[in-house]
């Protein structure tokens, strides 16, 4: 299959199925276009280096994680996706994540998420170097 025939669900799906296997790099070259944005609650990241960080700052935020998809929702240029992540001492509860996905690549991602430790619930996460 050509690349730019790709579906708007099969860029989405090929995306979680790289999150899942925590492999960012087949995830930048297979799904995410070069001058991408990252909008976050941990400020704005860009390009595929602003992914690297994004990922990095998850990974650290919640160690060893296995992720949970609750829902995904594809329509037209437009995915959305609701999960949780459970970790060695944190979590999220309340992912939600929506994407913007033209030309077979994740153009604009929005990402919102808290982490829980633990030790104590109620504690927000560290901030990130992001630029805001």
Known sequence: MDRMDRSTAEVFDDHLDCATRNDVEADLKANFAPDCVLLTSFGR?????????????LARQVPEAEYR???RVTHGEIAFLEWTATGRGSRVRDGADSFL????RIEIMTIHY????DNDADTPPAASAASV
Do not use: K, Q, W
């Open 114 to 117: 808290t982490v829980e430790s």
């Open 45 to 57: 990241f860009d390009g595929h280096d602003g992914v690297r960080e994004a990922a990095a700052l």
């Open 101 to 104: 996905i033209r030309n077979d």
């Open 69 to 71: 998809y609750i829902r």
